[in-house]
């Protein structure tokens, strides 16, 4: 089992970056396929990035395509999500999340999630 921690959400202006990270528990990290998803007000959650559990691939949707950069360090446990040129259809609450499988692009692919971050973009 691995329980995830989300940090690094923020207030930002639109162009601006934030770099959010997801710090999990346990010796088995890099057993683990990580993925970010978000949830806008009044949507359903939706699929950001994924990372294999290695980080020799990675995933995006394609509006965060050439904007957002998904990264892992195992040795530290945490996966991380860089944001530039972020937009207000960016703002969102952003969750890590974890499966002990292949790299899942859907939700209901990931066994455990994080609290969630805010992520909020001024126009």
């Known amino acids: 089992q691995v329980q995830l921690v989300e940090s690094g959400g923020g207030l930002v202006q639109a162009g601006g970056s934030l770099r959010l990270s997801c710090a999990a528990s346990?010796?088995?990290?890099?057993?683990?396929?990580m993925g970010w998803f978000r949830q806008a007000p009044g949507k359903e959650r939706e699929f950001v990035a994924a990372?294999?559990?290695?980080?020799?691939?990675?995933y995006y949707t394609d509006s965060v395509k050439g904007r957002f950069t998904i990264s892992r360090d195992n040795a530290k446990n945490t996966v991380y999500l860089q944001m530039n040129s972020l937009k207000p259809e960016d703002t969102a609450v952003y969750y890590c999340?974890?499966?002990?499988?292949?790299?899942?692009?859907?939700?209901?692919?990931?066994?455990?999630w994080g609290q969630g971050t805010q992520v909020t973009v001024s126009s």
């Open positions: 999340a974890a499966v002990n499988r292949r790299t899942g692009l859907e939700a209901d692919e990931y066994d455990y």
């Open positions: 346990g010796r088995t990290f890099s057993s683990y396929s």
């Open positions: 990372i294999s559990r290695i980080g020799g691939s990675t």
